[in-house]
């Protein structure tokens, strides 16, 4: 390795902000013009470092930001004490730097305009844009009524989006990511266990000693400190269950990898059920302590054995008996993990279900390695004025 090249290692894994807190970097580099010139120009400026949090998606990790002293934001770190990141930020978050300096970034409301015939946009003010939305809205509730105006709205961003629209006198809010996501499970998981999952789940992959993955794809998104928590299972000797006709990412880390025909997951899991049943290895004090109709479960899948189940998901008998003693064998520390985007083929809620009811069954419930029951804290509402209420009158067009 060439002495040029040991040099571009170290300031590499030093960093840049590391190199300006530093005024000894100078001579850890020796004499090379291109680096002394880089470390004098970095040296003499402070960084500010301010509390924000990542909003590319719902995990909405905490994180520090970085400016220097012309207010450039220079880096983006995650912080240490934020269960969602565990000081981590994923290459969306890291990239918040690059999101905020991209020449093609939307600084300045645009209004269209026609110009030569062609639509276009002009550069307005903050108060020339609000007040033309204002002013349009206005004359769509004095014309057509306050609800006849709809927001279509996601995430923790559409919450102030509706209270808007609950001021100005429209309750014609929806949110279509509820059903293309996680709708169905929560309405499987709220009839089977009493209560919905919630955002982000309450599972501690950390310390589970076996991990069921089906339809769920951990290790491909970015949900930050779930990636995180598997990747430590998996150090730590945690058994991988992975349910995908395609090798996935997870299939590729896992004990064991069931290439499942598409659209037979409850078939599988009704099999699992079975065996767990049928050989005795449930939990039977958590079952007889907290769950109902247990005998007729029993009864329902007593049919459904893993022969039965093989001619549906083409994964033979052997392997779900000893993929099903395996999460027995872990329990309660196991999880059947609940997944997300989980609208796929049109029983999505009985699918959820069957997910809940195989959890119950190894009492993974409030335990160690399983699920755990999420504590918060109320923080107090903003104050503001009444909301008005919407009327939905008849109105002529």
Not at 151 to 165: T, V
Not at 251 to 265: R, Y
Request: glycine letters at 8%; hydrophobic letters at 40%; a positive charge.
């Amino acid at each position: 390795m060439t002495t040029s090249r040991r040099k571009f290692i170290k300031i590499s894994a030093l960093g840049l902000g590391a190199v300006a807190a530093s005024t000894t970097a100078i001579n850890m580099f020796g004499s090379n013009s291109y680096i002394d010139e880089l470390v004098k120009k970095n040296v003499s400026k402070k960084f500010k470092r301010t509390a924000t949090y990542c909003e590319v998606c719902f995990w909405k990790c905490a994180a520090w930001t970085y400016t220097n002293e012309d207010g450039e934001i220079k880096k983006i770190i995650g912080n240490d004490n934020d269960p969602h990141c565990y000081g981590r930020l994923c290459p969306r978050g890291t990239g918040g730097v690059g999101m905020y300096n991209d020449e093609d970034r939307l600084k300045t409301p645009l209004i269209r305009i026609t110009v030569n015939g062609e639509d276009t946009f002009r550069k307005a003010s903050w108060d020339e844009a609000l007040d033309l939305i204002a002013s349009k809205f206005k004359d769509i509730k004095e014309t057509y009524g306050a609800e006849s105006v709809a927001l279509i709205k996601h995430g923790a961003p559409g919450s102030h989006f509706e209270h808007l629209f609950k001021a100005f006198g429209s309750d014609t809010i929806a949110e279509p990511a509820y059903a293309q996501c996680r709708g169905p499970r929560e309405t499987g998981f709220s009839l089977t266990f009493g209560s919905w999952i919630g955002s982000p789940e309450p599972t501690d992959i950390r310390d589970t000693k076996c991990l069921v993955l089906i339809g769920s794809h951990i290790g491909e998104n970015m949900h930050n400190s779930q990636v995180q928590e598997m990747s430590d299972a998996i150090d730590n000797g945690a058994t991988i269950i992975t349910v995908d006709p395609r090798l996935s990412t997870a299939a590729s880390k896992s004990k064991f990898w069931l290439a499942i025909k598409p659209a037979t997951d409850i078939a599988l899991m009704l099999s699992w059920m079975n065996v767990i049943i049928e050989e005795g290895i449930y939990d039977k004090e958590y079952i007889n302590k907290y769950a109902t109709g247990f005998d007729e479960l029993k009864k329902h899948v007593s049919q459904f054995t893993p022969e039965w189940a093989y001619g549906i998901t083409t994964i033979k008998p052997e392997v779900i008996r000893e993929t099903a003693r395996a999460m027995a064998h872990a329990a309660p520390s196991v999880i059947i993990h609940p997944g997300r985007h989980v609208v796929w083929y049109g029983d999505d809620s009985q699918r959820a279900r069957a997910m809940a009811i195989l959890n119950a069954l190894l009492g993974s419930w409030g335990r160690r390695g399983g699920f755990y029951f999420k504590e918060a804290i109320k923080v107090p509402d903003f104050p503001a004025p009444p909301l008005a209420l919407p009327k939905f009158e008849a109105r002529k067009v």
